[in-house]
């Protein structure tokens, strides 16, 4: 399976972006699907996922601000971000557990200015 982020850019502070992940390949055999941030410096971390039960999982620094949701067949994720903080400036990279593995897309980066 293949995986293509988009939907990064510059923010002001209060603002919100959507990044969208397009899925291909043999994209029956996902089972989550996710978005992980890394901000210059910091380790990756994980900020929003969603399983095939449609139960989801945000980090606490995601709650109450982002939403993640995905179309039935995979094909396609988003990240809703509203409220962005200048901390949540960062490379965004989709994610997919795959056959029980891990793959990852291209990040996109979320650049917030205050």
């Known amino acids: 399976v293949q995986l293509q982020a988009s939907g990064g850019g510059l923010v002001q502070a209060g603002g919100s972006l959507r990044l969208s992940c397009v899925a291909s390949?043999?994209?029956?055999?996902?089972?989550?699907m996710g978005w992980y941030r890394q901000a210059p410096g910091k380790q990756r971390e994980l900020v929003a996922m969603?399983?095939?039960?449609?139960?989801?999982y945000l980090a606490d620094s995601a709650r109450g601000r982002f939403n993640i949701s995905r179309n039935n067949a995979w094909r396609t994720l988003h990240l809703q971000m509203n409220s962005l903080k200048p901390t949540d400036t960062a490379v965004y990279y989709c994610?997919?557990?795959?056959?029980?593995?891990?793959?990852w897309g291209q990040g996109t980066l979320v650049t917030v200015s205050s």
């Open positions: 969603i399983a095939s039960d449609g139960k989801k």
């Open positions: 390949g043999s994209i029956s055999d996902i089972n989550a």
């Open positions: 994610n997919a557990i795959h056959r029980g593995s891990g793959v």
